[in-house]
């Protein structure tokens, strides 16, 4: 009889609850597609992102405190409101308890503070980009992106994310080697240009995240219709892997990801919400073959300049 260390015991441990949950969800692949705010759209039926909707719970089985089915749905609900000595100082961003006592990070859209070339700076561009992170993250299976979702707030419409209790960024990166694979995929995909050590923050225990957990806030600089010359894809998880063969978990995740399914993740915003353009949409689909073809980021879909954010 063959002998499995822990880590293959819990791969195939892991793989096999993914199947049970799957065919357990499929039952309504549509309903499951909407809850976990994947839009409804001619497109996904087209891929067969039906059965990869019905997957979407089975995703967060790895990180089992992490459901995009129930957190998408939740975050929408939740009423932020401001405590009663709220002083307005102007600050894009506030952080907000909600009625159910939630703490929320919330930037209204009329605060949006434009800093990069190739977004749009119509106001709601940076919204739906903060959106489609977290989107990404959900797609993917790699739960770095706390839920996040454009939604109703006292200052008006905005982005509002789930407050992840945290420490400071740890320059060594001492972090879990797949969540750091899983970081560098996604800045990578969406071509994430703001990746300075305030954006990624050291997680404290709470009910999506375990202590020491790497952690992505703040991506709404990302998905450039052009890349900015003076600020390329800005990540140190991304300069780290460049050229490097992700894991096969890693792999696996990123395989089972049709490009035709990327659009779908990128449209339906909502009404009076600007939209991401083709060209954007099309180069995040050619980083994606990139990495699969490759089985990692090689940056030759990438037009731009890749670094380290100095500290």
Same mark, same amino acid.
């Not at 006592?101 to 859209?109: A, D, H, L, S």
């Not at 991304?238 to 792999?251: S, T």
């Given at each position: 009889m063959a002998r499995w260390d822990s880590d293959e015991l819990?791969?195939?441990?892991?793989? /096999?609850?993914?199947?049970?949950l799957a065919q357990a969800a499929d039952t309504d692949s549509g309903a499951i597609r909407r809850a976990a705010g994947v839009p409804e759209t001619a497109a996904n039926k087209a891929s067969g992102a039906d059965s990869d909707a019905a997957a979407l719970v089975a &995703?967060?089985? +790895?990180? +089992?405190?992490?459901? @995009?089915?129930?957190?998408? @749905?939740?975050m929408r609900a939740r009423t932020l409101v401001l405590p009663e000595d709220f002083v307005?100082?102007?600050?894009?961003?506030?952080?907000?308890? +909600?009625?159910?006592?939630? &703490?929320?990070?919330? &930037? @209204?859209?009329? /605060?949006?503070?434009?800093?990069r070339q190739g977004i749009p700076k119509e106001p709601g561009h940076l919204a739906i980009r903060a959106e489609v992170a977290y989107r990404s993250s959900s797609l993917f299976r790699m739960p770095r992106i706390p839920p996040t979702v454009i939604s109703g707030g006292p200052?008006?419409?905005?982005?509002?994310?789930?407050?992840?209790? %945290?420490?400071?960024f740890l320059d060594d990166l001492p972090y879990d080697l797949l969540q750091q694979q899983e970081m560098a995929f996604l800045d990578y995909f969406l071509c994430y240009s703001d990746g300075n /050590?305030?954006?990624?923050?050291?997680?404290? %225990?709470?009910?999506?995240?375990?202590? $020491?957990? *790497?952690? $992505?806030c703040d991506r709404d600089l990302c998905m450039h219709e052009k890349p900015d010359p003076n600020f390329g894809i /800005? %990540? @140190?998880?991304?300069?780290?892997?460049?050229?490097?063969?992700?894991?096969?978990?890693?792999?696996? &995740?990123?395989?089972?990801?049709?490009?035709?399914q990327v659009p779908g993740i990128m449209q339906n915003f909502g009404p009076d919400l600007p939209v991401i353009g083709d060209r954007?949409?099309?180069?995040?689909? +050619?980083? *994606? *073959?990139?990495?699969?073809?490759?089985?990692?980021?090689?940056?030759?879909?990438?037009?731009?300049?890749i670094y380290k954010d100095p500290k």
């Open positions: 819990m791969r195939a441990a892991r793989k /096999r609850i993914e199947q049970i &995703r967060t089985v +790895s990180n +089992s405190w992490w459901s @995009p089915g129930v957190a998408v @749905p939740e307005d100082d102007g600050d894009g961003v506030q952080f907000l308890r +909600s009625t159910d006592g939630m &703490r929320n990070v919330y &930037r @209204p859209i009329d /605060r949006e503070f434009h800093m200052m008006g419409r905005g982005v509002v994310q789930d407050f992840v209790p %945290s420490t400071d /050590r305030n954006n990624y923050r050291t997680a404290l %225990s709470s009910k999506r995240y375990n202590k $020491g957990d *790497l952690v $992505g /800005r %990540s @140190p998880f991304v300069e780290k892997f460049n050229g490097k063969k992700f894991d096969d978990e890693i792999l696996e &995740r990123i395989h089972a990801v049709n490009e035709d954007a949409i099309e180069g995040a689909q +050619s980083r *994606l *073959l990139e990495v699969q073809k490759a089985d990692g980021i090689t940056g030759e879909k990438w037009p731009g300049i």
